[in-house]
T-cell receptor, first 112, second 116 residues
Framework: NAGVTQTPKFRVLKTGQSMTLLCAQD?????MYWYRQDPGMGLRLIHY???????AKGEVPDGYNVSRLKKQNFLLGLESAAPSQTSVYFC???????????FGPGTRLLVL | AQSVTQLDSHVSVSEGTPVLLRCNYSSSYSPSLFWYVQHPNKGLQLLLK??????LVKGINGFEAEFKKSETSFHLTKPSAHMSDAAEYFCVVTRLSLLGAQKLVFGQGTRLTINP
């Protein structure tokens, strides 16, 4: 049981490039979340999903897209990366809406 | 709207002395509140959570927090600091989304430094 895993761990992009971050969970959780963490700001919710095929916007969705084609995977896409998207990205999942969220180890992204 | 304010961005204590990390919350309904800890270059770990049962909540590693509705506070304490407690601590309140998901709203974080 690996819990929540994130791929890649670290990535450097040039402005305008695209990439996809993968979050995977093996706990059969229904809900999945993507957050970004910036210095002095805590974590902010980007997008979330309440089940396979259903996603919704969080607090800071601009510049990101997501997909949940399989229950165990939640993908975060950057179509055209900008330096403002330099951040640490965390994924989380939970079985029900009331349970504690389990966090992945994070992906550090640097956009030059 | 639900929000949290961590009153100190940085707290420094000596090893063996008490720790107090302060958090005030704002919520239009009875909230769920959490404290998470993040060690350097690590993910987030749940310390404890309050979900309207006992107002004094005990967590891992000797930490506890008291929910005080009259003061809208949820301060985190530990009687005796250990060097391994040095980390960033986040106070978190929940917000329900239209789709029923539990959205976490994070405070800005408090960096705890332990002096030998």
């Amino acid at each position: 049981n690996a819990g929540v895993t994130q791929t890649p761990k670290f990535r450097v992009l040039k402005t305008g490039q695209s990439m996809t971050l993968l979050c995977a969970q093996d706990m059969n959780h229904e809900y999945m979340y993507w957050y970004r963490q910036d210095p002095g700001m805590g974590l902010r919710l980007i997008h979330y999903s309440v089940g396979e095929g259903t996603t919704a916007k969080g607090e800071v969705p601009d510049g990101y897209n997501v997909s949940r084609l399989k229950k165990q995977n939640f993908l975060l896409g950057l179509e055209s990366a900008a330096p403002s998207q330099t951040s640490v990205y965390f994924c989380a999942s939970t079985r029900t809406s009331q349970e504690t969220q389990y966090f992945g180890p994070g992906t550090r992204l640097l956009v030059l | 709207a639900q929000s949290v304010t961590q009153l100190d961005s940085h707290v420094s204590v000596s090893e063996g002395t008490p720790v107090l990390l302060r958090c005030n919350y704002s919520s239009s309904y009875s909230p769920s509140l959490f404290w998470y800890v993040q060690h350097p270059n690590k993910g987030l770990q749940l310390l404890l959570k309050y979900t309207s049962a006992a107002t004094l909540v005990k967590g891992i590693n000797g930490f506890e927090a008291e929910f005080k509705k009259s003061e809208t506070s949820f301060h985190l304490t530990k009687p005796s600091a250990h060097m391994s407690d040095a980390a960033e601590y986040f106070c978190v309140v929940t917000r329900l989304s239209l789709l029923g998901a539990q959205k976490l709203v994070f405070g800005q974080g408090t960096r705890l430094t332990i002096n030998p």
